[in-house]
């Protein structure tokens, strides 16, 4: 069983700074994509940023180019560093892994396995 667990949400002014972590756990887990999705109240869930082991590649949505940092220590950890947050980042963020290369389309099926989600809110 592989599991994914978020940390690092809470609230935050516009203009500010946080930072998503995710660890995973679990037999044999061998990842290649991970990611990070989001989905705010009533609307669908968006692919936010995510990174592929295997060439190193790195994508991005165009609504967090140039704010959010993706980052791993290339086992069993991922990072979102988001900068300069808006309101309109405000979601639940959720951490997923695949062993595929990285993707950001949605709804992500080919993300074998999620975490619960970190609430992120930031206030204008």
């Known amino acids: 069983q592989v599991q994914l667990i978020e940390s690092g949400g809470g609230l935050v002014q516009a203009g500010g700074s946080l930072r998503l972590s995710c660890v995973a756990s679990?037999?044999?887990?061998?990842?290649?994509?991970m990611g990070w999705f989001r989905q705010a109240p009533g609307k669908e869930r968006e692919g936010v940023s995510c990174f592929s082991k295997g060439d190193g590649a790195i994508d991005y949505a165009d609504s967090v180019k140039g704010r959010f940092t993706i980052s791993s220590n290339n086992a069993n950890m991922v990072y979102l560093q988001m900068d300069s947050l808006k309101p309109e980042d405000t979601a639940v963020y959720f951490c997923a892994a695949t062993y595929y290369f990285c993707s950001l389309t949605v709804p992500g099926d080919e993300y074998a396995y999620w975490g619960q989600g970190t609430q992120v809110t930031v206030t204008s």
């Open positions: 679990g037999r044999s887990f061998s990842s290649n994509g």
